[in-house]
């Protein structure tokens, strides 16, 4: 378990955290700009000396207040990432590569191992001043990893590059995880990163951590939406592949014994995806229709609640009465609630375009298990 309890006093927000994580897979810590996010990290990290509290990883106390613990930084055994990447510029490089190795802790992956897997093989020779953006945090990453860490802390490694290159680090951090079986620690502001990476979610505003829980329940709550802007509010929901329309570039995805056409997800048949759709993008109506929106599925509306303006969030049961299935949110206006006489216990249909629909794939293989 990641135990977490700091105070730590910044000039422009005095940051208090308390939260309690796992210590496996991707822990994501979001928020607007200015939440705190990056102090907390580097409180964690030493960087920062917290005023109280303490922070713990596993069996070891890094930093305790009342005990008097505040293990140096580069004793933590934390390898951190950040947005710049941060390489020695005088050295090559397989010379990062292996500053980290010989000072990292015995039993962490093998320098081969990490080159192979952030395919930076072409790039030993060269120096740090001649990578691009997305090679520099890849070198980063793999520099990170090859100091044997106990934990992978993240800040925003991703910020900085453009979207292509966002999408191909992307990859590479969604293997990090199973491959070396570490926790990881990542701050953004990008609920598409939340998305495709996280396990576990730490929800943060004006320097407080006010909420955390599994992605699919934390990105799912409309409760939230103050924190995460009205319009990125939205559902979760998790499927598996049904079949590849490879000549349309579309996917169609079983959930909840209904199926619905996304934008392809590379991955085989029967593999577990998880698709994010946001509320602002689902449209609600009373029995299926013809329509562009080549998506629909049906269920019973549990809760109506009242947004600011004039607008409403509707929480549909894509389930049964006797058995509760995926949750769908739709953002509508006061008027078609009362039009369409929505309430809780009617059935609805709630319809959205393929387009709407954000992917990713859970597992390359078959498997029954929800994540």
Not at 49 to 77: C, M, N
Not at 177 to 203: K, M, S
Not at 270 to 293: I, N
Not at 297 to 307: A, C, H, Q, Y
């Amino acid at each position: 378990m990641i135990d977490i309890d700091v105070a730590v006093a910044r000039p422009a927000l005095e940051v208090h955290a308390h939260v309690s994580l796992p210590e496996r897979g991707i822990n994501a810590i979001i928020g607007r700009s200015g939440a705190g996010k990056t102090t907390l990290l580097h409180a964690i990290a030493g960087l920062l000396r917290p005023s109280r509290g303490h922070v713990r990883i596993g069996e070891r106390t890094l930093f305790d207040a009342a005990q008097g613990v505040d293990v140096a930084t580069h004793a933590r055994g934390l390898g951190v990432v950040f947005q710049d990447g941060r390489l020695f510029p005088h050295q090559s490089v397989r010379g990062n590569l292996r500053y980290a190795h010989r000072c990292g802790r015995r039993g962490g992956p093998t320098f081969d191992d990490v080159v192979a897997l952030l395919g930076i093989e072409g790039l030993l020779e060269r120096r740090a001043h001649s990578l691009s953006g997305g090679e520099r945090q890849r070198v980063a990453i793999g520099r990170a990893l090859l100091a044997a860490p106990q934990a992978l802390l993240m800040d925003e490694p991703l910020a900085s590059l453009d979207p292509a290159r966002r999408h191909e680090l992307l990859g590479y951090l969604a293997e990090l995880p199973r491959r070396f079986a570490l926790p990881i620690l990542y701050v953004t502001h990008q609920i598409d990163e939340v998305l495709r990476l996280a396990d576990h979610v730490v929800v943060m505003d004006a320097g407080r951590t006010v909420v955390a829980g599994p992605v699919l329940d934390i990105l799912s709550d409309m409760t939230l939406q103050p924190l995460l802007g009205r319009f990125e509010s939205g559902s979760v929901l998790v499927g598996t592949i049904a079949e590849q329309l490879g000549a349309w570039q579309l996917t169609r995805v079983r959930l909840a014994e209904q199926i619905i056409t996304v934008p392809q997800i590379a991955a085989e048949p029967g593999a577990m995806v998880r698709l994010r759709v946001r509320a602002r993008d689902v449209a609600l109506q009373r029995e299926p229709l013809a329509s562009s929106a080549s998506n629909q599925l049906e269920g019973i509306v549990r809760r109506v609640l009242d947004r600011e303006g004039p607008y409403c969030a509707v929480e549909l049961d894509l389930g049964t009465r006797n058995d509760p299935g995926e949750r769908l949110w739709a953002l509508v206006t006061r008027r078609s609630v009362h039009t369409l006489a929505i309430a809780p216990g009617v059935r609805a249909v709630a319809s959205f375009k393929a387009v709407a629909v954000e992917g990713r794939a859970i597992a390359l293989r078959p498997t029954a298990n929800r994540p």
